[in-house]
């Protein structure tokens, strides 16, 4: 060995590299070859169990950020707490029913209604499973650790069997209906929809105020020549008013302007407005009434000559805006229906499902698309007089979420789920139920009172069909029998059966009813909710599999799952089970764009997980969850993950640089007891120890931002800014086999370790290929259990006395920083450094018991009262520095400069102590006048 060989002393040739995209392929496939999900469950069995319960991504197209991010976070927590003494297993779900399949299958040129239904449901089914799988494979991608053999999907038999008897226990609890009234109605996918199934948008629409003369005032109002002055923002519902509502507390005025000869009703505090828009002059106020005193006046329709209109008290009417008076279409408006049944009107439904007006709505109506009916409603009012002034008026409107159309209000005849009867029952659950944010639980509790109850039948044809059957008088039959023999059919042959039998075929044998004498039955039509659908996998997976637990422990999804899926499940969980499915809620917000916009590939602002891992990794995706702050929206750029990669850098290389520096330490025979160690290794495993404490508090919160931060602030702070910075000195200089040496290999173990089972929940692919060079009885880290915080003899006062000297460090830097500005000196290395100081800060560097020149980084250390302190020092609180170029010459050994270069003759490039560590490790290297080259 040549002399100059001894300067790498120490240095082990570590490769450890990135690569990640195809690094990480291999290292899943030997996770899935091990069965490493199989193998932590079995280490898990007897301990206490933690569920969380998957809420069923939609089975269509690829996964977008918003699901990776969704799914990541789970896989977090779910790793963490399989590590962390719990049994935590992950059943994965898929939501594979409903209208966007259907519409999917439309695009690829299948025609619904050229085929039978079993042939179209087949297609979907099948269609379904391919997405699922496609999903599926991008999720694993993600590195996430599930029970992927056997997922739940709600096109299962075993699930919809289980749905079906959700439904069947609400129905014996009387909380089923069917009623005819006003819902949300999809005119472009032709069938009702759930509040879930609702986005909206800013529309402008045709606002008209018009007059309709009143023909009986009950002897409040003259009925000669006085008109009700009503408003409405769908003028072509006017067809199908019935009434007129108006608020019982507010006042009225019936007033005459100069320059009509009409007199007009109109709400008081909106007069003035009403006065200016209406062009009146001269506005006389002839009286002023309360609006319960015009209860039941009657005015004439504008339109039809033998439809008279009632006026009616109601709560919705307000006076932000139009007259106080308001149109009332109870067959067109959920508020209209309400005040209408009432008061006993008709439900007039005068456009049918496609959209477009009917015969009931007059022949100037019939056959024309709602929104066209608008112009026509406009100009009969001007051909009647009526139309006293008509805006647009911009206001926010129901959309059809999936084919982000408008959608209208339409009475037609739908099943129902009660919400009313069991809506105090459902808010007392949520007391049970912990949210984070806190404030998902007010809105949870506000969302349900405000609920009405839940249409839960559809016009389509993929999904679970309502298991209901009609007798011979059209009475519906749900009964505890029919229920669960149409369950046990569902379970053995799946729900395509309804469509394959007849009535009598699905019902049990022997059935009779008084309601079909003759024993002839037919069967419901429609599909269930796809709401109903994942909200009942309380009962189809919690409550089914024997490894899961109900309630779950925790649910985590996307804040608009408040009035999706935690909606919904709440509900049918509170019906059947009187509690709620769930014991916490995390709620995290949306995925947007770099300028907060929603992503979407229409406007090509979208950013792909597939884009991202290609180029960077899944480890970059899943280190970015924990640095955004998931609670609120997220807003996602290119930039977030080239940042993250940096990041994901600086994790690498320091963890490089801790397993490097240990290759040659055996745990077994190096290992020093940390009564042994130097002080500063004691400082740092104290430190290592809070880190712990810190961070698996912040995995019990779900608190993955300020684990982020605590992670990056240990590693690049207290680990690559401090205690690996002079690390150098000690592993490459000392003895290999010295004390120095072996007792900050032991704390540089320890933290290799540490880290690689509290990073293991965010990087597994990382921590993976860590674990393959550590010394651990474990194959793999994911079977490993997460540290356990240790406490040590004196360790408050450990770090209270580090703590202090960081502060007298950072004055070291500045003092070092200004020298280097002042040309003195280059690197700290060539610093000898004097620090004056007072009689506590000496007793407190001198009770550290360590090597402060080594930790300072500096050649050359007096430490000096501060009273002897110079003019030419730097000034900090109580103490002094004085910062002043070496004596000596540079080791080439140790890059110090020592005064003793060239002592050891037979070194003569060597300081003293580097001569007496090469001389002691390679003693035949110890010849005077050995020649270097």
């Given amino acids: 060995m040549r002399v100059k060989d001894t300067l790498s002393l120490g240095k082990t040739k570590f490769k450890m590299r990135g690569n990640l995209p195809v690094k990480e392929v291999d290292r899943q496939k030997q996770w899935s070859d091990n069965e490493l999900y199989q193998q932590r469950q079995k280490l898990n069995e007897g301990k206490p169990t933690f569920v969380l319960h998957d809420g069923p991504p939609y089975a269509n197209g690829d996964i977008h950020m918003g699901h990776a991010m969704n799914k990541i976070s789970k896989d977090i927590i779910v790793r963490f707490k399989s590590m962390n003494g719990f049994r ?78 959700v439904f069947g226990a609400m129905a014996n609890r009387g909380l089923i209906y069917k009623g005819k009234k006003p819902v949300y109605w999809s005119w472009s996918s032709e069938s009702a929809l759930a509040e879930a199934e609702i986005e909206y948008h800013d529309v402008t629409s045709p606002s008209a105020f018009y007059g309709e003369k009143v023909i009986d005032g009950k002897g409040i109002l003259d009925e000669n020549d006085t008109y009700m002055v009503v408003w409405t923002t769908t003028p072509w519902t006017i ?40 062009g009146w002059e001269d506005v006389e106020t002839l009286k002023v009434v309360k609006g319960s005193d015009l209860e039941n006046v009657i005015a004439q329709h504008p339109f039809y000559a033998d439809r008279k209109l009632v006026t009616m008290l109601g709560d919705f009417v307000t006076l932000e805006s139009g007259t106080g008076l308001v149109h009332t279409a109870p067959g067109l408006g959920e508020d209209d229906f309400m005040v209408g049944q009432q008061y006993g009107l008709d439900i007039l439904v005068p456009v049918d499902e496609k959209g477009y007006m009917t015969d009931e709505a007059g022949k100037d109506f019939a056959g024309v698309f709602y929104e066209d009916a608008n112009q026509i409603a406009l100009d009969k009012l001007k051909a009647a007089n009526a139309l006293l002034y008509y805006m647009p008026y911009e206001h926010s409107y129901p959309f059809d979420w999936r084919t982000k159309k408008p959608v209208i209000y339409r009475a037609t005849p739908q099943w129902f789920a009660s919400v009313d009867k069991i809506r105090q029952p459902i808010l007392d659950a949520l007391s049970d139920v912990s949210f984070s944010p806190e404030w998902g639980k007010k809105r949870l509790s506000n969302m349900i009172k405000d609920r009405g109850d839940w249409v839960i039948s559809r016009q389509r044809v993929w999904g679970v069909p309502l298991p209901i059957f009609y007798g011979e008088d059209g009475e519906a039959i749900i009964t505890p029998e029919t229920i669960e023999h149409v369950a046990d059919l569902f379970g053995k042959y799946g729900s395509d059966i309804w469509f394959e039998k007849e009535a009598k075929d699905l019902l049990p044998a022997n059935f009779t009813s008084p309601h079909s004498p003759n024993g002839i039955f037919t069967k419901e039509t429609d599909i269930m909710d796809v709401w109903f659908d994942s909200g009942t996998s309380h009962q189809g997976v919690l409550a089914e599999r024997p490894n899961l637990t109900y309630p779950a422990d925790l649910v985590l999804e996307g804040s608009d799952q408040y009035r999706g899926w935690f909606n919904s ?97 055996n745990v077994e025979n190096d290992k020093v007891a940390f009564d042994q160690l130097e002080t500063v290794d004691q400082y740092m495993m104290v430190k290592l120890n809070q880190f712990i404490s810190e961070v698996t508090d912040d995995y019990n919160k779900y608190d993955f931002l300020a684990l982020n931060k605590k992670l990056m602030e240990f590693i690049a702070g207290d680990l690559s ?36 089972k509290l990073m293991t929940p965010i990087l597994p692919h990382t ?20 540290p356990k915080v240790q406490h040590f003899e004196n360790e408050t006062t450990i770090l209270a006395n580090w703590s202090n000297f960081m502060d007298v460090r950072s004055n070291v ?121």
């Fill in 813 to 933: 830097l500045k003092a070092l920083e200004e020298a280097r500005n002042n040309k003195l000196i280059g690197k700290s290395s060539e610093a000898s450094l004097t620090i004056y100081a007072d009689e506590a800060t000496i007793k407190l560097l001198e009770s550290l018991h360590t090597d402060l020149p080594t930790v300072l980084m500096v050649s050359q250390f007096s430490l000096l009262d501060l009273e002897d302190a110079g003019k030419t020092s730097v000034d900090f609180d109580n103490m002094k520095i004085l910062v002043e170029h070496a004596n000596g010459e540079t080791c080439e050994r140790c890059r110090l400069i020592r005064e003793d270069v060239g002592s050891d003759s037979a070194y003569p490039t060597f300081c003293a102590r580097c001569a007496a560590v090469v001389r002691s490790e390679y003693p035949e290297t110890a010849t005077e006048g050995f020649d270097e080259q």
């Fill in 88 to 165: 935590s297993p992950f059943v994965p779900g898929w939501d594979t029913h409903g209208l966007p399949i259907e519409q999917q299958l439309k695009k690829a040129g299948y025609d619904r209604k050229t085929m039978t239904t079993n042939e179209f449901r087949k297609l979907c089914h099948q269609y379904a499973l391919d997405q699922v799988d496609k999903q599926k494979a991008e999720f694993k991608r993600l590195g996430i650790s599930a029970d992927w053999d056997n997922p739940y999907l709600t096109l299962l038999p075993e699930f919809e069997a289980a749905e079906v008897r």
């Fill in 767 to 786: 921590t993976e290929e860590i674990w393959e060079y550590l010394q651990e009885p474990e194959q793999f880290v994911q079977l490993a259990e997460m």
């Fill in 569 to 665: 499940s709440l509900i049918t969980s509170v019906a059947v089970s009187d509690h709620a499915p769930y014991k916490s809620v995390v709620s995290q917000g949306f995925t947007l764009d770099k300028n907060g916009h929603k992503m979407s590939k229409s406007l090509g602002n979208t950013i792909s997980p597939e884009e991202i891992i290609s180029k960077m990794g899944a480890e970059i995706v899943r280190l970015w969850v924990t640095s955004v702050d998931t609670s609120a929206d997220v807003r996602v750029s290119v930039d977030n993950f080239v940042t993250n990669s940096d990041a994901y850098k600086k994790i690498r290389n320091t963890m490089r640089y801790l397993l490097a520096n240990t290759s040659d330490y």
């Fill in 721 to 756: 800014a401090f205690y690996l910075d002079f690390a150098k000195d000690i592993l490459y200089v000392d003895k290999s086999n010295g004390h120095k040496r072996r007792s900050m290999q032991t704390v540089m173990y320890e933290i290799l370790v540490v880290l690689a």
């Fill in 239 to 278: 067809p199908a008013s019935e009434g007129i509502t108006i608020g019982a507390d507010f006042d009225y005025s019936v007033v005459k302007p100069k320059n009509d000869d009409r007199k007009f009703v109109v709400a008081t505090d909106l007069l003035s407005n009403a006065t200016e828009m209406f």
